[in-house]
């Protein structure tokens, strides 16, 4: 059943000898591109060879369109701000993606399908092997932010270690990417004053901790049991991430909710 999978260059080959990749599915390929809704639920067609099948493309919400952002100001002072979620009553949420270890084929597609504005967090060293797969999600309207070289619990650690991660990230994204990370997110979501005054003096302005996480498509909230205007959504590159993306779209839509883009809301 594999050989259906066999793209040009044999990206999609890769995707068999993983554990899971989110499209389990293969059939014939479908003739065009076909919207969202636009084929029945459970048709064993792929898209054009992206790899995701029908169903999995049928389950992409609609969502409203998004409201002129009104941004929050970060506080005065020497050190980064700190979010779990934007103070906000505008009905969006965020969608954070960390790390960049699994870089699943079918991550491109689908974002280019459910066309909403994500996030990535990405560590140096889990990218640094195929930086290139991050530059196609960028041009899919993904925007790449820091979360150090090497993943570092940094919470206790002196400021020179913590400025070598942060501002060593910054600095290798910025060359990687041609744009300098203005966000952070500290690995495991732990920080402490320095990482902050560090994140500030690095150039970033925030650094952002979560209200909701993802993984094996289920959504876990860290109060309550929906997204709540403002929340900030994390989820990973894991070989489940067709899955934990969809279950993101879904929990932000059954909320009334629209994703937004973080970086348009820090000012
Ligand atoms: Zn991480």
Redesign the pocket.
């Known amino acids: 059943m594999w050989s259906r999978l066999r793209a040009p260059g044999g990206v999609l080959l890769v995707c068999a000898m993983l554990v899971g990749c989110g499209g389990k599915q293969p059939g014939a390929p479908a003739a065009g591109r076909p919207g969202a809704s636009a084929m029945p639920s459970g048709t064993l067609t792929t898209d054009g060879g992206s790899g995701l099948s029908a169903a999995q493309l049928a389950r992409i919400p609609h969502f409203p369109a998004r409201p002129a952002p009104k941004p929050v100001t970060v506080p005065a002072g020497s050190s980064a701000g700190w979010y779990s979620a934007i103070p906000t009553d505008q009905p969006v949420a965020f969608i954070t993606i ?2 960049g270890w699994t870089r699943v084929p079918q991550a491109l597609p689908l974002l280019q399908a459910a066309h909403v504005p994500v996030t990535l ?1 990405l ?1 140096i060293n ?1 990218i640094k092997a195929d930086p290139g797969y991050f530059t196609r999600l960028e041009q899919a309207g993904a925007v790449i932010e820091a ?2 070289i090497s ?1 570092p619990e940094l919470k206790g650690k002196s400021y020179a270690v913590q400025k070598h991660e942060i501002c060593g990230s910054a600095d290798q994204l910025a060359t990687l990417y041609g744009r300098r990370p203005v966000l952070f ?1 500290p ?2 979501g732990d920080k402490d004053a320095t990482t902050l005054s560090v994140v500030h003096e690095c150039g970033m302005k925030a650094a952002f901790f979560w209200r909701e996480t993802t993984d094996k498509g289920i959504v876990r909230y860290q109060t309550g049991q929906t997204v709540k205007p403002g929340d900030i959504l994390l989820m ?1 590159f894991r070989p489940a991430f067709v899955d934990d993306f969809l279950a993101v779209l879904q929990a932000i839509a059954n909320a009334g909710l629209t994703p937004a883009l973080l970086e348009d809301y820090i000012a």
């Open positions: 960390d790390d967090f560590e889990a979360h150090t993943h997110r690995p495991f990973h």
